[in-house]
C-alpha cells in the first residue's frame, strides 16, 4: 500500500509539487510571522523583566501599588541566606527606587531615581556594557550615571551638576545635588527617558531611608521556572512582604502581548483558510483525475476503506513532505533575523517607541513555533483529505468507470 | 456435467427516470464450469448491464444471481467486495490498469489484496505474464505497453485471483487484428487447458466466432442462446 500511494504521488508531478510548495510556503510564513511576533515580545520581556525588573521581586506589601518610600523595608529583616539558597535563585539584588524632580537650572524633569550596587545588578543595568560616555560612579559617592534620553533632553554633560528635589522616607524632604560621572544607553525605551541611577547608599542618604529598600529582585539561573522559585520563596517570607512575578508586576505588558498574540492570530487563521483551499483544489484534482481509477480498484476487490486509506496516505506524505520541507528552510531565516534584527525606521520606529517599546523586530528560535505550525497544516491536510475519503466511500464503481 | 457457476433468474434492470428504461428484462440463465460464452447484441441491448450484475459490480432491481451457489445480490457492499475479488476475474474495454504499477506489480496487486505471501505473488504473476506472452515485459508499466500488450497483462490479472470465472467486456474493442487474434488465441487455450470459464460482452464477430456458446440479447431480453 506505501508503494502504491508513494508512486501515485509521483504520476502527477505537477500536483505533488503544488501541494508540497503550498503546504512547505503555508508553514513558512505562519512560522516567519509568529517568530516575528513572539521574538519580538521575547526580547521585550528579556529586556524588561530578564534583564531590567527581574522575573521576581520582593517589596514591603502593597508597594508595588502604591510607589511609596513609606513602604520601603528594613533590610535586615529579610533572611538573604535562606533566600539565596533556593534552588533557582542566582543571586538578589537590593535596590531602592522612588521619583525626583530632577534640574539643571535651566530645565527640569521628573525622573526615575535608582539607587544600586551596580556590581550586583541584572545586566541590563550594570551599567558597564550601557555607558556611552564617562565611567561608573565610585561606591558611595556623590556621582549618577544618566540615561541618554534623560541627558539629552536635559542638556547635560559629564562633569554637570544636577539638582535632585522630592520626597523622602516619611515626609522628609529628598535633595541633593550629584555629579554626571557618566551616561548610559539603557535597552528599554521608558527607561532610556527617565532614569538616573546612583550608588544604593548614595539614594539611601538623599532619602533619607538609610538601612531600607523599596525593592530586591531575584535574579534566577538560566532556564529556572520562577512559578517553581516563587513557591519555594513564599514560605520565606512573612505577611509584612509580597512577591511578586513579573506578570503581577506588568500585567498590561501581558495583556498587550495577549492582545498582540491574539492579532496575530486572526491572521494566520486567515492564512489557513487560504491554504485549506489550496490543498482541497488538489485534493478535489486528484480525485477528478482518478475517479475512474477507483472505480477499476473497487471493481477487482479492493476494499473501499482500504482504497480511502491509501489515498490518506498520499496526501499525508506530501503533507508531511512540504510541512517538514518548510520548517527545516524557515529555521535559517529565524536564526538570522534574531541575531540581526530589522531597525524600523521613519513613523513605524515613532509609532513603536511611543508605546516605549523598542523599534526592532526579532525572531525567536524556539521550534515549538515550527511544530505546532506544521501540526497545524498537517492536520489541516488530514481534514481536506476526508473529501477524498468521502468520494471514495460513496463511489459507484460502474459509473466511475465511465467517467 | 459440469457443475454450474453463474445461475442467473428473472433479472431485471430498471433505470428509473421521466421514462423508466428496462435494461434487462427478465432474463434466466446458467452458465457452467469451463463455457467460452459470449453475450452479443447491438450497442444499449443490456449486455454490459448483465455483465456488470454478474460480477456484483451492479445490482439488480430484481431476481437473483447465484454465483457457486451463493446469492452475491444478499452480500453486504464490503462483502461484494471481498466476493468479488476471490471469485470473478475481469477484463475491461480500455484495460484498466493501475498505471503506476509494472505489469507484474499489477499481476500481483490482487494477490497482495488477498493476502497471499509475498513468493507466491511473485511466482504466480511470471507464470501468467508468461502464458500470456509477456515474459520479458514484467517490469514494463502499462504506458511502456501496447494496447494489446496491455489487455494481456490484464487478462493475466483476471486470472490471478483464481477466480471462478473471467468477465470480459469488450476486450477487443480497442484492439488491432493481430493483438485480437493473440488474445484470443490465450484466452482459448486457458480455457480448454486450464477449464477457466469466459464470459464475454461483445459485438465484435471475431470473437463471437471463437465462443462455443451464443446468447444473442436484445431490448434486454434473451433472444436466443445457441
Request: charged share 20%; glycine share 8%.
Amino acid at each position: 500500500m506505501f508503494k502504491l500511494a508513494w508512486r501515485n504521488i509521483w504520476r502527477n508531478k505537477g500536483r505533488s509539487i503544488i501541494t508540497i510548495a503550498a503546504v512547505m510556503f503555508c508553514v513558512i510564513f505562519a512560522v516567519v510571522l509568529r517568530s516575528f511576533q513572539v521574538g519580538v515580545w521575547e526580547h521585550m520581556v528579556g529586556d524588561i523583566v530578564a534583564n531590567n525588573f527581574g522575573y521576581l521581586q520582593v517589596h514591603q506589601k502593597g508597594f508595588w501599588g502604591d510607589q511609596s518610600l513609606d513602604l520601603s523595608m528594613d533590610e535586615t529583616t529579610l533572611d538573604w541566606d535562606a533566600m539565596e539558597n533556593v534552588p533557582g535563585v542566582r543571586s538578589l539584588v537590593p535596590r531602592l527606587e522612588s521619583f525626583s524632580l530632577v534640574s539643571t537650572g535651566e530645565s527640569n524633569r521628573g525622573s526615575l531615581v535608582l539607587g544600586i550596587h551596580p556590581e550586583e545588578e541584572l545586566s541590563g543595568l550594570r551599567l558597564t556594557d550601557q555607558l556611552i560616555d564617562g565611567r561608573l560612579f565610585a561606591p558611595a559617592s556623590n556621582e549618577v550615571v544618566v540615561s541618554e534620553g534623560l541627558a539629552e533632553y536635559l542638556h547635560v554633560e559629564l562633569g554637570d551638576s544636577l539638582m535632585f528635589l522630592g520626597q523622602g522616607y516619611r515626609g522628609a524632604s529628598a535633595y541633593g545635588q550629584f555629579m554626571v560621572s557618566g551616561i548610559a544607553k539603557i535597552s528599554n525605551p521608558e527607561l532610556n527617558k527617565q532614569l538616573v541611577v546612583l550608588p544604593l547608599e548614595t539614594a539611601q542618604w538623599m532619602y533619607n531611608a538609610m538601612g531600607l529598600l523599596t525593592t530586591v529582585v531575584v535574579d534566577l539561573e538560566p532556564n529556572a521556572d520562577f512559578a517553581e522559585v516563587k513557591a519555594s520563596l513564599e514560605p520565606l517570607l512573612g505577611s509584612d512582604f509580597e512577591l511578586l512575578d513579573w506578570e503581577q508586576l506588568f500585567p498590561e505588558l501581558v495583556q498587550t502581548i495577549e492582545a498582540d498574540m491574539a492579532g496575530g492570530q486572526i491572521f494566520v487563521t486567515i492564512l489557513y483558510f487560504i491554504i485549506s483551499f489550496v490543498l482541497l483544489g488538489t485534493v478535489i484534482m486528484m480525485v477528478s483525475e482518478r475517479e475512474r481509477e477507483f472505480g477499476i480498484l473497487v471493481s477487482i476487490g479492493m476494499r473501499k476503506t482500504t482504497l480511502a486509506a491509501v489515498t490518506v496516505l498520499e496526501n499525508l506524505m506530501l503533507l508531511v513532505g512540504g510541512a517538514v520541507v518548510g520548517m527545516a528552510v524557515v529555521k535559517p531565516v529565524q536564526f538570522y533575523f534574531k541575531y540581526n534584527p530589522i531597525d524600523l525606521s521613519g513613523q513605524m520606529k515613532e509609532a513603536i517607541e511611543q508605546f516605549d517599546f523598542e523599534p526592532k523586530l526579532y525572531t525567536t528560535t524556539s521550534f515549538i513555533i515550527n511544530l505546532n505550525h506544521g501540526a497545524i497544516v498537517f492536520v489541516i491536510g488530514v481534514l481536506v483529505s476526508s473529501y477524498a475519503v468521502w468520494k471514495i466511500m460513496k463511489l459507484n464503481p460502474v459509473k466511475s468507470m465511465r467517467a | 456435467m459440469s457443475k454450474p457457476v453463474i445461475e442467473v433468474k428473472n433479472l431485471e434492470k430498471v433505470y428509473e427516470g421521466a421514462v423508466p428504461v428496462h435494461a434487462v428484462n427478465g432474463i434466466s440463465l446458467t452458465i457452467t464450469q469451463g463455457e467460452f460464452t459470449a453475450l452479443k447484441g447491438p450497442s444499449g441491448c443490456g449486455k454490459t448491464t448483465l455483465l456488470n450484475m454478474l460480477g456484483g459490480l451492479d445490482q439488480p432491481t430484481a431476481g437473483s444471481i447465484a454465483i457457486g451457489g451463493v446469492d452475491i445480490t444478499t452480500l453486504s457492499e464490503n462483502a461484494l467486495i471481498d466476493f468479488r475479488l476471490r471469485n470473478i476475474g475481469f477484463v475491461f474495454q480500455a484495460y484498466n490498469l493501475i498505471p503506476v504499477l509494472s505489469a507484474q506489480e499489477n499481476v500481483s496487486f490482487i494477490m497482495l489484496l488477498q493476502d497471499r505471501p509475498k513468493e507466491e505473488r511473485e511466482v504466480r504473476a511470471q507464470q501468467l505474464l508468461e502464458a500470456v506472452g509477456l515474459k520479458g515485459k514484467e517490469d514494463k508499466r502499462p504506458g511502456q505497453l501496447s494496447g494489446g500488450q496491455q489487455q494481456r497483462v490484464a487478462v493475466a490479472r483476471a486470472l490471478a485471483s483464481k477466480p471462478q470465472f473471467v468477465l470480459a467486456d469488450e476486450p477487443t474493442a480497442n484492439l488491432d487484428s493481430q493483438s485480437t487474434a493473440n488474445l484470443l488465441d490465450i484466452m482459448e487455450r486457458l480455457n480448454k487447458e486450464e477449464g477457466m470459464t469466459f464470459v464475454f460482452a461483445t459485438h465484435d464477430d471475431r470473437v463471437i466466432k471463437k465462443a462455443r456458446r451464443i446468447i444473442s440479447i436484445e431490448d434486454g431480453k434473451v433472444l436466443s442462446d445457441d
